[in-house]
């Protein structure tokens, strides 16, 4: 902190009314010296604008148009989210046609295509999350650490937003997230023991 002495003083003039006369009597402008005390460390100094600076001309950016509207409008993620969220559903997709291999298939699978998000059942995609959190394992057939099938669920939570389906999939507010949300969470346990996923 600067000491007193350290401060500077500025002289500005300034254009007010006499506060002091009666309501019935008009007094004219008077020209006042206001002595305004800085820190010497302010980079700037309040300045009061005349009627000149009002009526400089303001200038704007280019006029936005509705192909850049509709970009900014978009969403968007970070380049490791994307890539991350594209590495999840790789990994989802290989495990639905692994499991449309086997004729024994659920039929909830079968009508749980990732690729067209709108078309969905929450139902339908919930019980397909289930397993597929359960059966996903790596390229040397290990399971997944228990912070990876999390980030696997907020990754596709994030591509359905993405598309305008807005889940919350790891919420509680209807039975089939409920499932989803014990499934993840009790595989997660039975790695560390600790409840990992917070409701």
Known sequence: MNSPDSD???EMDIDIESCNQSPTTSAPATSVTVTETFSSDSATVFKVPTEKDTLKKRTFHSPCGSDELEDLSK?????????????????YCQWCEHKLADKRCDIRICKSDIHFPSKLQLTDMAYSLRMFLTEARKLDSSEYPPRTLYQMILCIQMFFEKHKVFWKLLGKGDECLT???YTLDNLMKKHTGNILVKA
């Open 8 to 10: 500077q003083t500025k």
């Open 75 to 91: 969403w968007k993620f970070a380049v490791n989210t994307e890539r991350k969220i594209k590495w999840v559903l790789g990994i």
């Open 179 to 181: 499932d989803l949300y």
